[in-house]
């Protein structure tokens, strides 16, 4: 009974928060309802038994990936009345394609269509070993290759936006590290009265050189 | 089930090149100043190439399956896998200029093309849903990477956006089909997939989630009505990424369509033979035609290499061993006409600045006798005059169609084939018979004279090693079809 | 029949409030305590007095301050959106509450013995950002929003080492349950044969909670006090109190990965009557203590050093140290046997 009602709670408040993910006007609240949807369905997943995959789900989407986006989203300046016109138009494509995956769903809880695949046994194991077993495993040739496409895109999205600019100082920080006490201070001794301008440059000079050869090149 | 030295060898060349692309990253990262290390990189691709051909040809003979038969090792797949190491080493062997080709002069394109060339062959060894996706991904990422390169040029990075979302679009395809034919044969396993087919009648569902796995394969051979992409992405790249995308992809898209229809559906060919004939006739139609317009000569090599899709398509049709062999020497007469004319596009430069207009051509003969006969020889294989490559490869693929008995289709093929001997002889015409008071740049590069000269060695030595090549792509073709389970 | 289930249900509830009462309610008194510490701590360190006057040492000056800031007006900038602005700091303090319903106090002495929970902690440290930057969000300010995205920024850059350095751990224990992992220390402490984890992981603590060095989110000199600027009296006091049940709770976590948890250091005579709550909150006292010494002592990071440490330093070795651990579990044959559960 308990596990009825919180489902129930857990779903409702997915379902409403997943509706406004799509008709608040605020897109910031857009994506705070988003991470909402997320945690309910974090909370699903642990009443069907599956707390790794709940805890998966917050770590990354709701700690990393909603993060992204809910920097992008403050820091954009998003046209608002553009997107509501966009909308109306394709709100009927929407609703066509929201329809095919309704009849899908449908078709897979009550026909026999789908009757090929059938959930796996479950296994008295924990769902930590269990995912364990099949991810490094079972598909073991599969996360290899799925760990070369994120290489992949991490190289892609590095090489396509990496602009070298030219006369960028950087502090590198073994060279700061490795100069010794004489190679960076010198003491010059300035006759009161005197202001920096009236050293001789060479002093000046020595000193500037000696900095930047510290490091900031 | 774990990791074993059986499930190594079968995909030794892959994990060779895998690795290889692993150092290439701390290469190309601390190589040092960026053009010299753009060279350093794609040498180095270049010799690793090399060694995953000889680990191939070294590679055990017997066909067998690795990772839980998620990855295929045949005849099949080493003649293809041979056929993409081969186009991809010329690709790549062309972008290195002696100059540096500013466009691409970057550590990471070499990079990048090693991991898509990583994600063809587990294309060509795809024996399941998963590792077919995976592959495709892995093949496709780094190529929208590489046609928006130029980041300072407008039409590249429009390229790159418009190859990355029909990419997108077609993958999406391709898994909602994938899920569908999961969902009813319970299996992601090629095998699998074919043992449950032939027992049974087949819901429309199945029909419907293999169509759209057909339609999203569709989009990476560029096969009409989804070639959309392949014009603007073809013009828009820069040319040495453009020779990449001529050459090598398309042999690994057909290779997995061939698998896919062949290997997982081959129990009911009569259903997707129909969407093969329409992709077929459409593409046909769409290359002849869309390429007589064109002024670009990169635009008109996208359209040309529609319609060879639309040829190769054909013989797939037929849904017989010898339309599979067919398709095989259509691939390989492919690979070496696009190496060798890129070769030459390659060279189209005045004052160092890329010319690719058709009229730049004008007067080649005069300027580049020696380009000129290249060129010739490589339009000619195109339009599918004898005895040159291109002609045994539409001659085997049309020949199949007819024995399956899709007459009509070999004939609107031969009609479509007369219709794109025009475009192909107008270049002929321009080199020939008109002369032009802007020559193009004088020099060639020793790699460009390499790979024009195996390139039209191959064409016109073709009907020389016929034998040979009929044998392999028989002996693929039965493994294909079931040999090797 | 039901009299009797809604009878259990009720004893249920009514014994897990009094366990989150029992958790809280020192919670609180801890974190007054931990700011006179610091202002004590830190005063000695640089030959100050601090704060001696309000009752016995000082010792009555949190409730003075907690009933000052309770006294004070509730002020909603204009520009604010309001639901947020409220809501972010009700978030930040109750995330810093919540993620102590896994943390073993001793041997059995946990709420909720779940199987994942180091996940559940890591989940939830990794939710803290979002008070951050609703706050900063909301109070429609530069300054709070510059702090709030620079606060982000650094949260989620040391959260990936962190992750790392967890998954070091939890190769050598072979379970994600918290009790496992300090049971797993009986023999050594993982801060000795892991001590450059234990080390990344102190650091990425320090950044994770926004402490000094890696304080500058809230550096005074440039942001006035970054992503809590606009805000004042209660709401305030909830971001504050939120931000040191953090600093417990992450020297909590310290303790449990690496300091043996309840454990005493040695099993032997007298080290081993002491109960084990008593030991573990004696190590959270010396973390502490770190904390607040590293802060008397070192100068504030510069955002690009920050960053560097943290994806070009700390991702890499944590990465290298995963694969030195496995391979090393792996060749001496001393990978844990996976437990049941």
Known sequence: MIEALFFYLFAGIMLASGLMVVVSRNPVYSVLFLILAFFNAAGLFVLIGAEFLAMLLVVVYVGAVAVLFLFVVMMLDINFSEMRAGFQKYLPLGLIVGGILVFELVAAMYGDVFKGATLPEAMDISNTRALGNVIYTKYMYLFQVAGLILLVAMIGAISLTMRKREGVRRQSVAAQNLRSRAETVEVVSVPSGSSPENLSTAAVKSTKTTSRNGGNT | ?485 | MIDLLTHSYVVNVAWILAQILMVIGPLLIAVAYLTLAERRVIGFMQLRKGPNVVGPFGLFQPFADALKLMAKETILPAGANKVVFLFAPMLTFILAIVAWAVIPFGEGLVIADINVGILYLFAISSLGVYGVIMAGWASNSKYAFLGALRSAAQMVSYEVSMGLVIINVLLCVGSLNLSAIVEAQRDMWFALPLLPMFVVFFISTLAETNRAPFDLPEGESELVAGYFVEYSSMSFALFFLGEYANMILMSSMTVVLFMGGWLPPFDIFPLNVIPGPIWFILKIMLVLFVFLWVRATTPRYRYDQLMRLGWKIFLPFSLLYVVATAGFLLATDRLPTIMAG
């Not at chain 2, 099949?76 to 690709?91: N, S």
């Not at chain 2, 195109?382 to 169609?401: D, N, R, S």
């Open chain 2, 1 to 485: 089930m774990a990791f074993q030295m059986t499930d190594i060898i079968p995909a030794l060349p892959e994990i060779f090149l895998a690795g290889l692309a692993l150092v290439l990253v701390l290469v190309a990262a601390f190589g040092g100043e960026e053009a010299g290390n753009a060279r350093r990189v794609t040498r180095l691709s270049l010799v690793g190439i090399a060694i995953a051909v000889f680990l191939l040809v070294q590679g055990d003979a017997m066909p067998s399956l690795a990772f839980g038969g998620m990855f295929a090792a045949d005849s099949f797949a080493f003649y293809m896998k041979a056929l993409v190491l081969v186009g991809t080493f010329a690709a790549l062997l062309l972008s290195l200029r002696p100059e540096g080709n500013d466009d691409i002069n970057k550590p990471e394109f070499a990079l990048l093309v090693m991991l898509a060339l990583v994600g063809m062959m587990l294309m060509i060894s795809a024996d399941d849903l998963l590792a077919l996706y995976m592959g495709i991904e892995l093949q496709s990422l780094p190529l929208y990477v590489v046609a928006a390169m130029r980041t300072n040029s407008l039409r590249s990075s429009e390229a790159g956006l418009k190859y990355f979302l029909l990419g997108a679009l077609s993958s999406g395809m391709l898994l909602y089909g994938a899920s569908l034919v999961y969902g009813i044969c319970g299996t992601t396993d090629f095998a699998g997939i074919a043992a449950s087919l032939s027992s049974g009648d087949l819901p429309v569902a199945f029909i419907v989630g293999m169509v759209f796995m057909v339609s999203g394969l569709a989009f990476k051979v560029s096969a009409a009505p989804f070639h959309m992409w392949t014009p603007d992405v073809y013009e828009g790249s820069p040319t040495p990424v453009t020779t990449l995308f001529a050459i090598a992809p398309k042999v690994a898209a057909m290779a997995l369509l061939m698998r896919l229809t062949y290997g997982a559906f081959g129990q009911i060919a009569d259903q997707w033979s129909q969407v093969l004939v329409a992709l077929s006739i459409a593409s046909m139609a769409v290359g002849a035609l869309g390429a007589i317009m064109q002024t670009d000569i990169k635009r008109m090599m996208a359209y040309s290499s529609i319609a060879h899709m639309g040829y190769a398509l054909a013989g797939l049709a037929a849904g017989t061993p010898a339309g599979a062999a067919g398709v095989m020497i259509y691939m390989t007469g492919y690979v070496f006409m696009g190496a060798g004319t890129f070769a030459i596009i390659l060279l189209m430069r005045r004052d160092g600045q890329a010319a690719t207009k058709i009229v730049d051509l004008k007067g080649l003969s005069r300027t580049h006798p020696l380009l000129a006969i290249g060129l010739l020889v490589m339009m000619f294989s195109m339009a599918g005059i004898p005895p040159l490559a291109g002609f045994f490869g539409k001659w085997y693929v049309f020949l199949a169609a007819v024995q399956a008995g899709l007459v009509p289709l070999a004939v609107i093929g031969v009609v479509m084939s007369v219709v794109g001997a025009f475009y192909y002889l107008r270049i002929i015409r321009l080199m020939y018979f008109e002369d032009t008071d802007a020559p193009l740049d004088a020099e060639i590069p020793a790699v460009n004279k390499l790979v024009l000269g195996v390139s039209m060695a191959v064409i016109l030595l073709f009907f020389a090693g016929l034998g040979g090549v009929l044998t392999a792509t028989d002996t693929a073709a039965i493994a294909l079809m079931g040999g090797a389970r």
